[in-house]
C-alpha cells in the first residue's frame, strides 16, 4: 500500500488519484471493523440525529423561502467549524503522522486526505441535507437544476475543509501556552455567542432570519442554484484555497516539535498528598490541552453571562462563576484518561490512591478563578448573594466529587500524553465515548446545586449552610466512591488503557444484554428525545406565551396561528415518547431460554476382561 502511495515521484493527476483511492480504501477498511460496541451505538445514535436534521433542512427547502435554507446551511457550516474543535479534534481515523515517513509532497497528502474525509457517516448525512439545493434547482428550473451538482459537491468541500483548516490551526495553536490560551478564549466566546444567539438578534431587532446569512459561504451554493454563476466559481476559488491552507498546516503538523528546555523548580513536597498536589498543579499548568480546557471553560461562562449585557441587563452576569464551575468538570471529565497508562505508577505502590489528591488539585485550580469572577460580578450586579454563596460551595464539591468518579467508573481509554499525535485535542481514538461523558458531566454538576439552590431560593441565606454541607458530602462521600473503585478495579481499569478494550466480565448490566438492535433502538430514544421535548417543546411554548413569532431554531413559531400550539404541545409528546421508548425498550425483561440439553455422557470404553 505504501508503494501505492509513492510508485510515481511526480505530481500528475494520476499519482494524485492513486494517493486519494489508496487513502479512501484504507478509511472503508477502518469503518468496516468500528461498527460494533458502545462506540457503534453512539455512531448510530449520531447518525439519526443527523438524519433528522437532515429530513428538516429538506423540509425547508420545499416549504420555505430560499432565506430559510440560507440560515439552516450557515447552522451545518458552524457545527462542522465548532463541532470537531469543542469535541475533541474531529475525524482522524487517518492521521497525517502515519504518512510522514513516505515523503508525500503536502499537497498530494492534502488531496487524499480531503477525499478520504469524504468517506464517513458525516459527510453523507451533510450530502443528504445538502439536496436541498437540488430541491431548489428543481422548482426553478433544468438549467437551475444542472447548478446544482457542482453546487452540491463544492459546498460538501467547503464543510469538510473548513473542519479541517479550523483543527489543524488549533492544533498548530496549541503547541505554545499562549496559543492554546488564546484559542481557548477564542472558541469559549463563540461557543457562548451560540448559545445566546437570541440575546443578539433581539439587540439587534432580528426576529427572523438575519440578511447576513446570505452573504456567508455557506450560502454561496444556493446563491449559484438561482444562477449566481460568480457565487459557484467564488465557492470553487475557497475551496482551492482552503486545501492549499490545509497542506500548508499538514507540513507544520508532521514536522519536528520544538522542545522547552527550560529548567523546572523540584519539587519540594514532604507528604504523599503534598506530592500529588504538586504534581497534578505541574499538569495543570504544563499540559497546553488542560490549559485549552479550562480557558476555555473560563471563557464560555463569563461570555454567557456577559451576553445579555447588550440588551441592558445584567441578571445573568452574577452566575458566570457556577457556569465556569459546571463547564470546567465537563471539560476534564476525562481525567484520568488524559493521563494514559501513567496509571501504573499508583497501582505498583501498595495501598495507595491519588483520589484525593487530584480533588485537591482541581479545586486549586478551579475555586480560585470562580469564586473571584462570582464576586465580582455579583458586586457589579448586586447579587443575588444568597443564592450565589449557596451555589459555589455546592457545585465545587459536587464537581470535584464527580470529576474523579465519572472518570473512573465511565474511563474512556485515552492516548498518552507522549504519544498524543499532531493533533493535541485528539486525547482518546472514542470521540463519541468522550462526548457522552463530557454531556454526563453537565447535567450531574448541575444537579448537586440543585438542593442548595431551592433552598437559598425559597428561604434566603438557610441555603448557604446547605451548599457547604452538600458540597462537602460529595466531595467526600463521591471521592471515597472513586477510591474504592480505583483500588478494586485498578488492574482492570489499567487494561482498558493499555489495549482500549474493555475486560470482559460476567456479570453484565441490562442495556449490555440487550440484542443489538434494541440497543440500538434505546440510543436513539434518549439520544433524540431532549430535541422536541425542549427546544422544540417547551421553550417554543414559552416563546408562543409571550407572543414571540418567527423564531430561526423553533418550528412551532413559524406555523399558522392555529397550528403553533398543536404542534408545540405535539412536540413535547414527541419527546416524552422518545424518552418512554428508550426506558420501555431498556426495562423490557430478558428473553428466557431453556437451558440447552446435556449430552448424554460418553459411555467410557474399557478394554474387554481377559478370560
Not at 475533541?88 to 502515519?98: C, I, M, R, V, Y
Not at 426553478?140 to 467547503?158: C, E, M, W
Request: hydrophobic share 50%.
Amino acid at each position: 500500500m505504501a508503494d501505492q502511495l509513492t510508485a510515481v515521484p511526480g505530481a500528475s493527476a494520476t499519482t494524485v488519484a492513486t494517493a486519494a483511492m489508496t487513502m479512501v480504501r484504507m478509511k472503508l477498511a477502518v469503518l468496516r471493523h468500528s461498527r460494533s460496541g458502545q462506540q457503534g451505538q453512539m455512531t448510530v445514535t449520531g447518525v439519526a440525529l443527523g438524519g433528522a436534521l437532515a429530513l428538516g433542512t429538506l423540509w425547508l427547502s420545499v416549504t420555505q423561502s430560499p432565506e430559510m435554507l440560507a440560515a439552516a446551511y450557515a447552522v451545518w457550516l458552524l457545527g462542522w467549524l465548532l463541532g470537531p474543535v469543542v469535541m475533541g479534534g474531529g475525524d482522524e481515523t487517518l492521521k497525517p503522522e502515519h504518512f510522514s515517513l513516505l515523503g508525500l509532497p503536502p499537497r498530494r497528502l492534502a488531496t487524499g486526505l480531503l477525499m478520504a474525509a469524504f468517506v464517513g457517516y458525516a459527510p453523507v448525512v451533510s450530502l443528504s441535507a445538502l439536496l436541498g439545493l437540488l430541491v431548489a434547482g428543481v422548482r426553478l428550473g433544468v438549467g437551475n437544476t444542472l447548478l446544482a451538482v457542482p453546487a452540491i459537491v463544492l459546498q460538501l468541500a467547503l464543510f469538510v475543509l473548513v473542519s479541517k483548516v479550523a483543527v489543524g490551526a488549533l492544533s498548530l495553536a496549541l503547541r505554545s501556552r499562549a496559543g492554546a490560551i488564546g484559542a481557548g478564549v477564542i472558541n469559549g466566546a463563540i461557543v457562548a455567542g451560540l448559545g445566546q444567539i437570541w440575546v443578539f438578534f433581539w439587540a439587534f431587532g432580528e426576529t427572523g432570519v438575519p440578511g447576513l446569512v446570505w452573504w456567508l459561504p455557506s450560502a454561496w451554493g444556493l446563491r449559484a442554484v438561482e444562477g449566481d454563476v460568480i457565487a459557484l466559481a467564488a465557492l470553487a476559488v475557497l475551496d482551492l484555497l482552503l486545501l492549499g491552507l490545509w497542506a500548508a498546516l499538514l507540513s507544520r503538523r508532521t514536522g519536528a516539535r520544538r522542545v522547552n528546555a527550560r529548567p523546572r523548580r523540584p519539587m519540594t513536597a514532604s507528604t504523599a498528598n503534598g506530592a500529588l498536589i504538586a504534581k497534578e498543579l505541574r499538569t495543570w499548568s504544563r499540559d497546553l490541552v488542560r490549559n485549552h480546557q479550562l480557558t476555555f471553560a473560563l471563557s464560555y461562562g463569563v461570555c454567557f453571562g456577559a451576553a445579555p449585557l447588550i440588551l441592558g441587563w445584567n441578571g445573568m452576569l452574577p452566575y458566570a462563576g457556577p457556569i465556569f464551575i459546571v463547564m470546567a468538570a465537563s471539560m476534564t471529565s476525562s481525567l484520568y484518561a488524559m493521563d494514559g497508562t501513567a496509571l501504573w505508577l499508583t497501582l505498583m505502590t501498595p495501598g495507595a490512591t491519588d483520589v484525593r489528591g487530584r480533588q485537591l488539585a482541581w479545586l486549586s485550580a478551579v475555586a480560585p478563578v470562580a469564586v473571584a469572577v462570582t464576586v465580582a460580578f455579583g458586586a457589579i450586579s448586586g447579587g443575588p448573594w444568597p443564592l450565589l454563596l449557596a451555589l459555589l460551595p455546592a457545585l465545587l464539591g459536587g464537581a470535584a466529587g464527580l470529576v474523579p468518579l465519572v472518570s473512573i467508573y465511565g474511563l474512556v481509554p485515552g492516548t498518552d500524553p507522549h504519544k498524543r499525535g499532531g493533533n493535541p485535542l485528539r486525547i482518546s481514538e472514542d470521540n463519541n465515548g468522550l462526548t457522552g461523558l463530557a454531556y454526563l458531566m453537565l447535567a450531574l454538576v448541575a444537579a448537586t446545586g440543585v438542593p442548595a439552590g431551592f433552598v437559598a431560593v425559597q428561604y434566603g441565606w438557610a441555603g448557604v449552610p446547605v451548599g457547604l454541607a452538600s458540597g462537602m458530602l460529595c466531595w467526600w462521600f463521591l471521592g471515597r466512591l472513586a477510591e474504592e473503585r480505583l483500588r478494586s478495579h485498578g488492574p482492570e481499569l489499567l487494561h482498558t488503557m493499555r489495549t482500549g478494550r474493555k475486560p470482559v466480565s460476567k456479570s453484565v448490566s441490562r442495556f449490555e444484554d440487550l440484542p443489538k438492535s434494541k440497543q440500538a433502538i434505546a440510543w436513539i430514544g434518549f439520544g433524540l428525545g431532549a430535541i422536541p421535548l425542549f427546544p422544540q417543546g417547551i421553550v417554543a411554548c414559552v416563546f408562543l406565551s409571550n407572543g414571540q413569532r418567527n423564531h430561526s431554531w423553533f418550528l412551532a413559531t413559524y406555523m399558522e396561528p392555529g397550528l403553533q400550539w398543536p404542534v408545540a404541545i405535539g412536540m413535547i409528546v414527541l419527546g416524552v415518547a422518545l424518552y418512554g421508548m428508550g426506558v420501555y425498550v431498556v426495562r423490557q425483561p430478558p428473553a428466557t431460554t431453556e437451558p440447552p440439553a446435556e449430552a448424554p455422557a460418553e459411555r467410557e470404553l474399557t478394554p474387554p476382561s481377559p478370560r
